[in-house]
């Protein structure tokens, strides 16, 4: 089994799953309590039902997002680590959007928004060999892309793209939002050389 812990996105959310099959996801309901406060209750209850001794690797998604929440995930990531001795892997939600894009889309280009807690949003625009045409950055709700958009006909993000907000996305032809857990599943980190790391940066690209 794998535990991966997202509290990057808009809703944060932790998943238990094994062979690419969900056993357990809990999502974190902010209301007025804290993330950190709210995701150890989940996980508390979560291991009154399932046998959390038998997890055998901890992903985490590294950013970029609110650096608070970010925080939050990593420390829970490296506690579960330290507690089930198990190995412990981060991986970006740049990286993990890109790997669904060279899956399920054949356009030479792609822009990825990340939608994140306390209004913080994330931009990068990459080709489909994985290299940023537009390095990673924070962006505001105002913001405009320069290039020919016709370069970059899709825009793939991790919460519904309000295009009243994101008066950019308009200009897409093609929009699509999935779950960022609902990704990891498929990634085989072995195979794309996700190596066990005992540090893990919080990425937070800064707006330009």
Do not use: W
């Given at each position: 089994m794998i535990i991966f812990i997202d509290t990057v996105s808009i809703k944060p959310r932790f998943i238990i799953y094994n062979n690419k099959n969900i056993i357990n996801r809990q999502t974190i309901h902010l209301n007025n309590n804290s993330i950190?406060?709210?995701?150890?209750?989940?996980?508390i209850a979560v291991s009154k039902k399932i046998n959390i001794s038998l997890v055998q690797k901890i992903c985490v998604c590294s950013g970029p997002g609110s650096y608070t929440a970010l925080r939050i995930g990593i420390?829970?990531?490296?506690?579960?680590?330290?507690?089930?001795?198990?190995?412990?892997?981060?991986?970006?939600?740049?990286?993990?959007?890109?790997?669904?894009?060279?899956?399920?889309?054949?356009?030479?280009?792609?822009?990825?928004?990340?939608?994140?807690?306390n209004d913080q949003n994330f931009l990068g625009i990459y080709n489909n060999n994985r290299s940023a045409i537009t390095e990673p950055q924070k962006i505001d709700y105002n913001y405009q892309i320069s290039?020919?958009?016709?370069?970059?006909?899709?825009?793939?993000?991790?919460?519904?793209?309000?295009?009243?907000?994101?008066?950019?996305?308009?200009?897409?032809?093609?929009?699509?939002?999935?779950?960022?857990d609902k990704i990891v599943i498929n990634i085989d980190f072995d195979k794309l050389n996700y190596n066990e790391t005992k540090l893990i940066n919080p990425i937070y690209p800064v707006k330009k």
């Amino acid at each position: 089994m794998i535990i991966f812990i997202d509290t990057v996105s808009i809703k944060p959310r932790f998943i238990i799953y094994n062979n690419k099959n969900i056993i357990n996801r809990q999502t974190i309901h902010l209301n007025n309590n804290s993330i950190s406060e709210t995701i150890i209750k989940k996980l508390i209850a979560v291991s009154k039902k399932i046998n959390i001794s038998l997890v055998q690797k901890i992903c985490v998604c590294s950013g970029p997002g609110s650096y608070t929440a970010l925080r939050i995930g990593i420390a829970m990531a490296v506690g579960l680590k330290n507690s089930l001795n198990v190995p412990i892997y981060g991986i970006s939600a740049f990286d993990i959007f890109l790997h669904y894009f060279k899956l399920k889309f054949k356009y030479k280009n792609v822009c990825i928004l990340i939608q994140s807690t306390n209004d913080q949003n994330f931009l990068g625009i990459y080709n489909n060999n994985r290299s940023a045409i537009t390095e990673p950055q924070k962006i505001d709700y105002n913001y405009q892309i320069s290039s020919n958009i016709d370069e970059y006909p899709l825009l793939i993000s991790n919460y519904t793209v309000d295009k009243k907000k994101f008066e950019f996305a308009n200009k897409f032809k093609i929009i699509r939002h999935i779950d960022i857990d609902k990704i990891v599943i498929n990634i085989d980190f072995d195979k794309l050389n996700y190596n066990e790391t005992k540090l893990i940066n919080p990425i937070y690209p800064v707006k330009k």
